[in-house]
Nanobody, 124 residues
Framework: QVQLVESGGGSVQAGGSLRLSCAAS????????MGWFRQAPGKEREFVAT????????YYADSVKGRFTISRDNAKNTVYLQMNSLILEDTAVYSC?????????????????WGQGTQVTVSS
């Protein structure tokens, strides 16, 4: 079992950047495929990005492609989400999640472990 804790959220103006971190404890992070999801008020949780166990494969939602970068440092048991060129529509609670297999990587219900989330607010 793994515990996940996100950090790095906050308020930023449109066009700005933030880097989110997801620190894992309880089990080595390299055992898990990792994902970032977000949920805006009144909307369903949506997939943002995912990264394979060793970091050699990444995949992004079309809405963030070219602006966000997911990465991981297994030695530090941490996954990151670098968010650049933020827009108002990026405002949401961002959560990291872990799963053992590499299947259904865009489906939130396929992930086994979740962090509590961190708020990102983008203003004009």
């Amino acid at each position: 079992q793994v515990q996940l804790v996100e950090s790095g959220g906050g308020s930023v103006q449109a066009g700005g950047s933030l880097r989110l971190s997801c620190a894992a404890s309880g089990r080595t992070l390299s055992s898990y495929y990792m994902g970032w999801f977000r949920q805006a008020p009144g909307k369903e949780r949506e997939f943002v990005a995912t990264i394979s166990w060793g970091g050699d494969y990444t995949y992004y939602a079309d809405s963030v492609k070219g602006r966000f970068t997911i990465s991981r440092d297994n030695a530090k048991n941490t996954v990151y989400l670098q968010m650049n060129s933020l827009i108002l529509e990026d405002t949401a609670v961002y959560s990291c999640a872990a799963k053992s297999s590499g299947l259904r990587i865009m489906l939130s219900r396929a992930y086994d472990y979740w962090g509590q989330g961190t708020q990102v607010t983008v203003s004009s």
